[in-house]
């Protein structure tokens, strides 16, 4: 939690730019921490963000609060074979500690969700670890219901990198 008050701190949000790549990874590496993404399925690095960049460049949003990158909002949308529905992924979504809980989340949120109504998207969704309860309550606040338990299975291979391993 910080001291700021919400009323004090202007918030811009605009779609991404090539410069503000740098600032959305290393805000991402503080953000994302291992509770967040602890799974193997989605990893936070680089090319997350170029390739987000390079295929959805129009649905990448940033927060800036006086020249300073302090959220990200990184979506995409998909289309079902055989559906009539379009729906909208928010994949990542960021905000500075710094900066938090003054709505900038929020901004970034309500704008992804006009440019989703644009490309004519019936429903959204999320994803994050059962235990990210900050982010859970965030996305229940926005309305997002019907959350569904989703299990992993892992299961290790012997190869050539593990045979000797006690564990393997
Ligand atoms: C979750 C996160 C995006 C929220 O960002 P934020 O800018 O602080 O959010 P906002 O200020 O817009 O919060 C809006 C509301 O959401 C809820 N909320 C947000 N963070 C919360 C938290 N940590 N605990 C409880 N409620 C929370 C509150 O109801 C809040 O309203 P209030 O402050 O008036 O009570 C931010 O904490 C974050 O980046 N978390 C780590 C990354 C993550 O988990 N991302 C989501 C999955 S990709």
Redesign the pocket.
């Known amino acids: 939690m910080n001291n700021k008050n919400k009323n004090d701190v202007e918030v811009e949000i605009r779609t991404a730019t090539i410069d503000d790549l740098a600032d959305i990874f290393h805000l991402g590496e503080i ?3 291992s509770q ?1 993404v602890s799974n193997l399925y989605r990893t936070w690095d680089e090319y997350e963000v170029t390739h987000l960049y390079n295929s959805e460049a129009e649905y990448m949003l940033v927060a800036i609060v006086d020249d300073v990158l302090v ?1 990200f909002a990184l979506g995409t949308t998909i289309e079902k074979n055989r559906s009539a529905w379009n729906y909208g992924h ?6 500075d ?1 710094d ?11 309500e704008r992804f969700k006009e440019l989703m109504v644009e490309a004519n998207v019936r429903m959204l969704l ?3 670890q059962a235990d ?4 859970i ?3 229940h ?2 309305g997002f219901t019907n959350p569904v338990d989703h299990v992993y299975m892992t299961m290790k291979l012997r190869n050539k990198s593990n045979k000797g391993s006690r564990n393997s």
């Open positions: 953000v994302f921490t967040e959220g928010l994949l990542w979504l960021g905000g500690p900066y938090g809980r003054l709505g900038v989340a929020s901004q970034l949120f999320v994803d994050t990210n309860d900050g982010a309550r965030f996305f606040k926005k």
